[in-house]
């Protein structure tokens, strides 16, 4: 019985906590502490009133809308991946995993993980297939961050922690076994970039027998589509059924001896054990699963039909909006400035991947999850290696930036409206409808993430090339600076 109570569990412990970051790391609660000691009124009120995108006029690149708590959310999100400071990045770690220099890696990622990704499987579909997933803050952070912006500081900084063997001085085992399935995940997606041939496989062998969600999932997946050693549906059933469990386990441990991330969704482990028992109907032990199917469907349902709750659209559908065209425009910008910046095929490939998430995500809250920043990714990559850009390419990329800007502090502002909504909407619409809250939730967080991904590496180009974008320049200094060394 315990599995037909997963779906529920987990949207619910995922859809009251997504925007935090856990206690122990401070998280939202440092955000809305630092709201409520200055700020607050400009950071509050833009998302509420839900303005419409000025991209396409020239807006003010973000100004009033929260630029310093911005800055305040990316110290915090640095902090939780242990990437405070400027701390070298240790290039024999990058290339003792990979074929590649520490400055050379960002570019083969970029690639890797966007739409001419070469490597992909029905097992392993996607890097953003498993963003989040992870027990530990620490590593979904990492992750999103290497999934958005692959720099070397981040890369290393996964490697490192991957490799920090029990019992040594503030180890984490949790973050260990996390990093461990994250980097096998690289290996996956840049397997021409591996120094050693399998390493992906190398490393989910060495998770074997260990009781971790992400790895138990993996392993699941591999074994029922044969991937690794002979099919048995069933056995994948019962570990994606056993990994499905973990999280709820971690809770009820009066030890507290693992924890699970407040950014985790349990989606990975339900798409697993539903997929299997769609492919195969005739397992023996089906009917046990009746209950969770239904739910399964009964929560699909709810997210395909975001207007069964129209307090959600209200509330946070107009907010959203004004995010979402704002990271449109700063993506078809950056697309414009790649078509001539960078070579043909390049382009092209970032105007499929834009085109696509454009139709899929404008308007819809619940498709296009992977917030496509691509374009603008690539582009501050070309800027970051000297590129040099005529005028009307600089004119695209300050547009850009502006949009960008808006897109990232309005996300970061809404936050504190994600949260008190989702409260007020358990309450009164209760456990069984709060899957319906969960795409919200999630966009948020993926958009606000890209703020200290992308925009502030963004931030960083411009500066060092001297560029005005708005008047909100000065107060972006602190976050350009931030990544500097990152």
Known sequence: MKSSRMVCHAALAAALAVVAFGAGAGGLNSILKALKNGGADDSQRQPAQAQPSQGAAGNSGGGGIGAGLTERYCRQLYSVAGLQGKAPVDEALISDEFNLGARDFADAALEAFGPSGRFRSKPIPSPQFFANEFETDKVNVLYNLIRQYPAPQYVAALIAASRVPAGAPRSDPQAARDATVALALLHFFMQDKSQKPGRW????????????????????????????????????????????????????????????????????????QYEILSEFPNLPQRREFEQFLQQYRNA???????????????????????????????????????????????????????????????????????????????????????????????????????????????????????????????MQRGMGAMPAIIPYSRKLQDYSDRACAVVARADQAAMVKKLTVGPDDSSRNNLAAMVADK
């Open 201 to 272: 496989r190398e490393l989910i062998a060495s998770m074997q027998g260990e009781e971790h969600y992400l790895s138990q999932v993996i392993l699941a997946r591999l074994i029922e589509s044969g991937e690794w050693g002979p099919k048995d549906a069933s056995k994948a059933l019962f570990m994606a059924r056993s990994a499905a469990g973990l999280p709820q386990k971690y809770r009820m441990d009066d030890m507290h001896q693992k924890t699970i991330s407040p950014r985790h969704y349990v989606v990975t482990a339900s798409v697993t």
């Open 300 to 426: 699909q349902m709810l997210q395909q039909r975001p207007d069964a709750f129209p307090e959600l659209k209200n509330q946070l559908g107009p907010g959203l909006a004004a995010i979402e065209r704002a990271a449109v425009s700063a993506d078809e910008r950056a697309a414009q400035a790649l078509s001539v910046a960078v070579a043909a095929s390049t382009y092209t490939a970032q105007k499929i991947s834009l085109d696509s998430a454009t139709r899929t995500r404008t308007g819809d809250v619940q498709s296009n999850l992977n917030v496509d920043g691509n374009a603008m990714a690539a582009l501050v990559r070309e800027l970051e290696k000297g590129r040099a850009l005529d005028a009307r390419q600089e004119q695209l990329f300050v547009g850009a930036l502006r949009d960008a800007r808006e897109s990232g502090d309005r996300a970061v502002a809404m936050m504190p409206t994600m949260m008190s909504t989702m409260l007020n909407f358990s």
